[in-house]
């Protein structure tokens, strides 16, 4: 994509920021492209994108179809329930008939904790198999629905310590209320509905009776289940802290990570991270048109960094400062930040970029605990050549990254960089990738050189904008191949570890590229 391009996205008005998010892309949905069309005003095309995700049978006959993928349905719900302020008395009316109405259902049953009610059907499209193999009067699917909210619980609040659920005043009882409905002729895997406006919110949620659709791809049946709930009760307890529509990447980021702490043997989350690590010149919190991609839910992998690299309680705590600032800008995770490590956020960033490098074929001892399972993030190779200047010129989103690859291939000397930028708060790591070793070296100043390059497989420049909030941020990239620098120290002898101090031991569980030439 053109920097032009790039720009233009980002220009998007008010109303498109409020159905599409920050950063749209291209309409992929009928709806969508209908509202993009003018055939839908704003109001209109909200209702039907929830509505669509819940039972797509419930929209005009134009606007029905079947979503390639299924999606937590709960962004759509804050994106729709953000935009009540800004639109008509008939929209919120219109919006409330849905989020406030619970779903009907002939049964329930209390959890063995007695923390939770679950409402569910044995009959019709809702029901759920009634298969009782204890014989204790509650469907299977229902009894095991109970235990994995019981234990979720304990696991996030009552081990990780995070605050409950909001009351609902007694709603359906006092138990906090689960409705198992099919959801498999929307395209959500389960729904947390905040009942009211506000900072913070009461909800409810709904799960699917038994995962099997088509459209549960990734992850289906009990599995499915399981991770839904560890995601979706987190909503729950997020919208205790702060339910604002400019969370979402942070909602949906956590929830994700949640799914993996909970359940750390079922992997769901490894879908979403390609379109995340397949795009480091984004925003991490750029949003992106909720369900096109999975973007907001690769941002999990941010989660999950901030806990394998500082401590598991790292992202309760960002959401308790969230919480009490009333809103999610990265000021606030700055702020805590600058707690744990001198650099705050910016630093934890290029430290991020530099732990998103090594995934893949890459992967190595001291960065992911999974990190062989995740893709690989484009890099953008430079050939360098005597008597010839390289350069890589480039603009990033605040918080984003570029990584800038040399290969020396067994020719002997060294290489001069210099880094040069407009504007902006950058912060460059230099990766000296051996057969058997890696470096990290922070750099300070604009120019540097490596000497008896050839010791090293690959060298890596790794650039990341520590600005929290813009796009555009420019830079420039010059290499030097120099044959005389050939006086290099010897490669550190690292094994395959990273230079970083890791607080917590490997295995820890709660349990692009292109060819620039100089112009």
């Known amino acids: 994509m053109s920097r032009g391009r790039r720009i233009v996205i980002r220009r998007i008005g008010s109303a498109l920021a409020l159905l599409w998010g920050v950063a749209n892309i291209d309409a992929e949905t009928l709806v969508e492209k209908a509202y993009e069309a003018g055939q839908l005003d704003l109001g209109t095309a909200l209702i039907y994108q929830l509505e669509g995700m819940r039972d797509r049978t419930d929209l005009p006959t134009a606007y029905q179809e079947i979503l390639p993928h299924a999606f937590c349905g709960t962004p759509h719900v804050v994106q729709a329930m953000a935009a009540v302020p800004h639109l008509d008395a008939e929209y919120g009316r219109r919006l409330g008939k849905i989020v406030q109405r619970r779903p009907s259902a002939d049964f329930d049953a209390v959890s063995p904790s007695g923390r939770f009610r679950v409402h569910y059907d044995i009959e019709g499209s809702e029901g759920v198999d009634p298969t009782d193999s204890d014989a204790n009067g509650v469907p299977d699917y229902v009894d095991l629905t109970m235990a994995v909210l019981d234990s979720v619980w304990v696991i996030q609040v009552d081990q990780m310590g995070y605050s409950p659920p909001p009351d609902d005043g007694g709603v359906d009882g006092d ?30 949620l709904e799960i699917d009776n038994d995962y099997a659709n088509p459209i549960y791809q990734q992850t289906k049946g009990l599995d499915a289940l399981r991770v839904t709930i560890a995601h979706e009760f ?67 992998i941010f989660s999950l960094f901030l806990e394998q690299r500082y401590g ?4 309760r705590l960002i959401w308790e400062e969230v919480g009490r600032r009333g809103n999610a800008r990265l000021e606030h995770f700055n702020r ?25 074929l890459r992967a190595r001892e001291g960065y992911y605990a999974e990190g062989e ?20 010129a480039y603009d990033l989103d605040a918080t984003a990254s570029a990584y800038v690859r040399l290969q020396p291939r067994l020719r002997g000397g060294g290489v001069n960089l210099s880094f040069s930028a407009g504007r ?75 230079a970083y101090a890791q607080p917590l031991p490997r295995g820890f569980r709660r349990r692009g590229a292109h060819r620039i030439r100089p112009g």
């Open 175 to 204: 138990e906090y209320d689960v409705y198992i409905v099919d959801l498999g002729r929307g395209g959500a895997y389960g729904f947390t509905y905040p009942e009211r406006a506000g900072r913070t919110s009461s909800s409810y």
């Open 312 to 315: 598991p309680h790292v992202n």
């Open 234 to 300: 987190h909503h729950a307890i997020q919208f205790g802290y702060y339910q604002g529509s400019d969370s979402i990447w942070w909602q949906e980021s956590t929830s994700t990570w949640m799914e993996e702490v909970v359940y750390p043997d079922v992997d769901d989350y490894l879908q979403y991270l390609p379109s995340f690590l397949g795009s480091p010149h984004r925003a991490l919190n750029s949003g992106s048109r909720v369900g096109a991609d999975f973007h907001i839910y690769g941002t999990s």
């Open 336 to 360: 805590m930040l600058l707690d744990i490590q001198p650099g705050g956020l910016s630093a934890a960033l290029s430290q991020f970029a530099v732990w998103n490098y090594f995934t893949g």
């Open 373 to 392: 399972k995740y893709p690989l993030v484009p890099t953008r190779d430079l050939e360098v050549e005597d008597g010839v200047s390289a350069r890589d």
């Open 424 to 498: 902006g708060l950058w912060r460059r790591q230099l990766l000296l990738v051996g057969p058997d070793s890696v470096v990290v070296q922070t750099l300070n100043d604009e120019e540097t050189s490596v000497a008896g390059w050839d010791q090293y497989r690959e060298i890596v420049m790794v650039i990341t904008s520590g600005e929290e909030s813009g796009f555009a941020y420019e830079y420039a990239l010059e290499v030097e191949y120099d044959p005389q620098l050939t006086d290099g120290p010897p490669a550190r002898r690292l094994g395959a570890a990273s």
